[in-house]
């Protein structure tokens, strides 16, 4: 990737709902009257297509299967959940509204609607862009690699505090990496009643773990010098 390329300093939503349908373990259902918390039990296509695999028991698979016209309709709802143990730890919640048909004792499930609600706000995401859409390329390794910053490098998170304006510290009493995707890293910072969250952007995007570790290291390169950077600050003060 050229330094001249085109690039967002953030997923789009399209990009970051994606990336929440495909690291998601569990999902609740509502169809029918009927809602089901699944673990476990849906696979992603690549047009964004979930597929749910669901006991033959399942009130879901009955609803489906009765449905007057055979397509009852539901919706999906997943929860995306920082792995590092942090005050309010959900980041977005993605809620999916479409259609459910059986296919070879399996629910496959159409979107007709996708939202996804972060902590700036709600959108609705395009179903074109969200079926063009792929997962960030971190998406899968994110939680073991915030964990194993958090766990084992906190000298580093320490130092990263240094690429923050001295004012968004103010009363903080906890510092902890929050998300990665291959814009940017992201850090919660906590206080003794509320919280707020400050993005560090790489200077290129990084497309696999090799290149987030250098984007990383230039990261605390800067904080070695504790230059002052232009940040992305957002305050808090409850889940999404």
Do not use: K, Y
Not at 23 to 43: F, I, N
Not at 106 to 117: E, K, N, S
Not at 172 to 188: K, N, Y
């Amino acid at each position: 990737m050229g330094d001249s390329q085109v690039w967002t300093a953030a997923p789009g939503a399209a990009e970051r709902a994606r990336s929440v349908l495909a690291t998601a373990w569990s999902c609740a259902v509502a169809a029918e009257g009927v809602r089901e918390e699944l673990v476990g039990a849906h696979t992603v296509s690549e047009d964004g297509r979930v597929l749910l695999h669901v006991p033959e028991d399942s009130a879901l698979l009955a609803a489906g299967l009765c449905a007057p016209r055979g397509e009852p309709s539901a919706v999906l709802e997943f929860a995306d959940v920082a792995p590092v143990p942090v005050r309010h730890r959900i980041r977005a919640r993605l809620w999916i509204a479409g259609w459910l048909s059986v296919a070879e004792g399996h629910l496959v499930f159409r979107a007709t609607r996708v939202v996804l609600r972060q902590r700036s706000g709600a959108v609705v995401v395009d179903l074109d862009e969200f079926a063009a859409a792929t997962p960030d390329p971190l998406a899968t390794a994110e939680a073991r690699l915030l964990t194993h910053l958090a766990d084992c490098h906190g000298d580093a998170v320490e130092r990263l505090t240094r690429l923050v304006e001295p004012g968004s510290l103010l009363g903080a009493t906890r510092v902890q990496p929050l998300a990665v995707d291959r814009h940017g890293l992201t850090l919660r910072i906590e206080r003794r009643r509320a919280h707020g969250d400050v993005r560090l952007p790489f200077h290129r995007p990084a497309d696999d773990i090799a290149q987030l570790t250098e984007r990383v290291h230039v990261l605390l390169s800067q904080a070695g010098t504790n230059c002052p950077r232009a940040l992305h600050r957002q305050r808090t003060d409850g889940d999404v």
